[in-house]
């Protein structure tokens, strides 16, 4: 399955972008996606991520800001963002897991990834 990501861009604090996702190569509805991104110098880390069952799942840092949803019928996973902040600044990157497993924002078990897009908040 190959995934690749789109929408980033450069925005101000307070201002808001949503993200896709791209699945082909197989059907959306045998994985669960996750996003993740990587801020400068720090690891990669898990926000959010969306099983076949519409099960959710994000981190307490973007947790009310964040809103990650899928289309099946389209084969695209979306995340939109409100409210960012600086540190919110990173390439933003999604995964395809195998549906149903619990899966949620741990790194572990996300075996396709895209190749990220960049999202930059300016204070």
């Known amino acids: 399955v190959q995934l690749v990501e789109s929408g980033g861009d450069s925005v101000q604090a307070g201002g808001s972008l949503k993200l896709s996702c791209t699945v082909s190569g197989a059907a959306l509805r045998r994985y669960c996606i996750g996003w993740f991104r990587r801020a400068p110098d720090k690891e990669l880390e898990g926000i959010a991520a969306i099983d076949n069952d519409g099960s959710t799942a994000y981190r307490d840092s973007v947790n009310w800001r964040f809103t990650v949803s899928r289309d099946n019928s389209k084969n695209q996973v979306y995340l939109e963002m409100n409210d960012l902040r600086p540190e919110d600044t990173a390439i933003y990157y999604c995964?395809?897991?195998?549906?149903?497993?619990?899966?949620?924002?741990?790194?572990?078990?996300?075996?396709?990834w895209g190749r990220g897009t960049q999202v930059t908040v300016s204070s």
């Open positions: 995964a395809a897991g195998p549906a149903y497993y619990g899966l949620g924002i741990r790194i572990m078990g996300y075996s396709d």
